[in-house]
């Protein structure tokens, strides 16, 4: 009786075991992936873990062919008042996985003052 209702229900689906294997393999790594909020807490421990400086804001954040990449804000010196601390910007790249592959700074700026080549010149 079991091999009459298995042979039933083979006939019936459209696909064939090796079909059916490989999108359920497609669904386990889909489903593997970190989504963008992971990627975010990951990249900010792990920048903080290797420089010591505590991330403040993720000023970008956008996947890329080889996995995502991030410009993430830090205080490098605090000062009173503190719109005189000297800030700087990573660049902090990840693989598909979430992993930290890379960093590098930026830029280097004084809290209080303004980007003239990032807010359009002015």
Known sequence: MSNTSQSSKAQDSPE?????????????????????????????????????LVPEAVSSFEQTA???????????????????SLMASYLVELDADGELTGYRRVRRYERGRADASRSGGR
């Not at 489903?31 to 873990?49: D, I, N, T």
């Not at 995502?68 to 005189?84: G, K, S």
């Open 16 to 52: 064939s075991p090796e079909e059916n294997t490989t999108s359920d393999d497609t669904r386990a790594k889909a489903s593997k992936r970190p989504r963008p909020m992971e990627v975010l807490r990951g990249a900010r421990a792990q920048l903080e873990e290797l420089t010591g």
């Open 66 to 84: 080889d996995g995502w990449a991030l410009e993430v804000e830090v205080t490098e010196i605090e000062r009173v008042p503190d719109t005189m």
